[in-house]
Antibody
Framework: QVRLVQSGSEVKKPGSSVKVSCKAS????????LTWVRQAPGQGLEWMGR????????NYAQRFQGRVTISADESTSAVYMELSSLRPEDTAVYFC???????????????WGQGTLVTVSS | SDVLTQPPSVSVAPGKTATITCGRN??????VHWYQQKPGQAPVVVIY???DRPSGIPERFSGSNSGNTATLTITRVEAGDEADYYC???????????FGGGTKVTVL
């Protein structure tokens, strides 16, 4: 069974950066895409970007381009999401999720991390 | 448009049926997935491939998809079904997921 375990809560100052980790166990790490989704307080799910570890292909949501970097370390089966130039509106719970391919050529998410709360406050 | 439209809230009495819609122009050809999210928890997929249920999800949960609307139906609603529900499709042009805005199901 696939398990995704994320790093703990963070409190950051505006303008700083945060790096959240997601360590996978079970299953084959490299072949599947890992995605990052965030959820601001009381809001819905917002896709940020994804990575396929085996070939280091990344794809970012346009609104985060230039501010987000997703990376992977195959040796430790971990994926990282770094968000820079933080602002108070980046306060949210950040989730990693592993992709499963659907029958239309796209993906859905059968496995999720527990979430990491990032609070941006001066 | 690639926006998925869900009603913000649905209220249902215990034992009755909850119907949650996910609207988009010509959503029928797209594969729709549904997630349940309880407070303080990560989402859990309850329906994938429009109408398939993962193991462990009760048969009370079902899905359909046709025309401009996908639907998640919960029959014999229980208090434990109270949660937010999100639909999701894949945008093949942009190579990314699209989530609906979410529907809060309240059990009266």
């Amino acid at each position: 069974q696939v398990r995704l375990v994320q790093s703990g809560s963070e409190v950051k100052k505006p303008g700083s950066s945060v790096k959240v980790s997601c360590k996978a166990s079970g299953g084959t790490f490299s072949s599947y895409g890992l995605t990052w989704v965030r959820q601001a307080p009381g809001q819905g799910l917002e896709w940020m970007g994804r990575i396929i570890p085996t070939n280091v292909i990344t794809n970012y949501a346009q609104r985060f381009q230039g501010r987000v970097t997703i990376s992977a370390d195959e040796s430790t089966s971990a994926v990282y999401m770094e968000l820079s130039s933080l602002r108070p509106e980046d306060t949210a719970v950040y989730f990693c999720a592993r992709e499963l391919r659907d029958d239309s050529g796209g993906f859905y998410y059968g496995f999720w991390g527990q979430g990491t709360l990032v609070t941006v406050s001066s | 448009s690639d926006v998925l439209t869900q009603p913000p809230s649905v209220s249902v009495a215990p034992g009755k049926t909850a119907t949650i819609t996910c609207g988009r122009n010509n959503i029928g050809p797209h594969t729709v997935h549904w997630y349940q999210q309880k407070p303080g928890q990560a989402p859990v997929v309850v329906i994938y491939y429009d109408s398939d249920r993962p193991s462990g999800i009760p048969e009370r949960f079902s899905g359909s998809n046709s025309g401009n609307t996908a639907t998640l139906t919960i029959t014999r609603v229980e208090a434990g079904d109270e949660a937010d529900y999100y639909c999701q499709v894949w945008d093949s042009r942009g190579d990314h997921p699209v989530f609906g805005g979410g529907t809060k199901v309240t059990v009266l």
